[in-house]
């Protein structure tokens, strides 16, 4: 939810809700960490365990999902197409924790360094909630 432009001349939206951000992963000390430092800049922020990342993305009705990515690119694939297939699919931002290949590796899908600089992350977190898939319609949803 948006209101109007604040500054014309700029183009600043001022929100009315705070982006919900669910982060995903095994890494308890990057998930407490990350979620302090994007709750102090008026993030909803949640976290959640790999294994309960769908039932959290409808509970918290996340806007933008940090999924932390393992060795496994299968099963974190497979993660990505069912948050991808939601009714209301929230953005996925890759977390990697790897070199400069790893992050280039996920074609067509944002991803970003673990433990980079929180204002690069909240730019790519905002970046990814400007391009958040539209919600499916009733009929498409018919055919899930």
């Known amino acids: 939810m948006t209101a109007r432009p604040a500054h014309a001349e700029t183009g600043k939206v001022h929100r009315l809700q705070p982006l919900r951000v669910l982060l995903s992963g095994r890494d308890r000390r990057f998930l407490r960490v990350t ?23 409808e509970r918290h009705r996340a806007d933008v999902v940090l999924l932390e990515t393992d060795a496994s690119r299968t099963i974190a694939a497979r993660k990505i197409a069912a948050l991808q ?56 949803r018919a055919y899930l």
């Open 35 to 57: 979620s302090f430092l994007l709750a102090i800049r008026g993030y909803d922020v949640e976290d959640t365990s790999p294994r309960k990342t769908l039932e959290a993305v």
């Open 85 to 140: 297939a939601l009714a209301n699919a929230p953005s996925v931002l890759l977390v990697v924790d790897g070199d400069d290949d790893e992050e280039q590796g996920w074609q067509g899908l944002p991803a970003v360094k673990k433990w980079t600089p929180i204002d690069t992350l909240v730019e790519q977190i905002e970046a990814a909630a400007r391009n958040r898939p539209a919600p499916l319609s009733e009929i498409e």
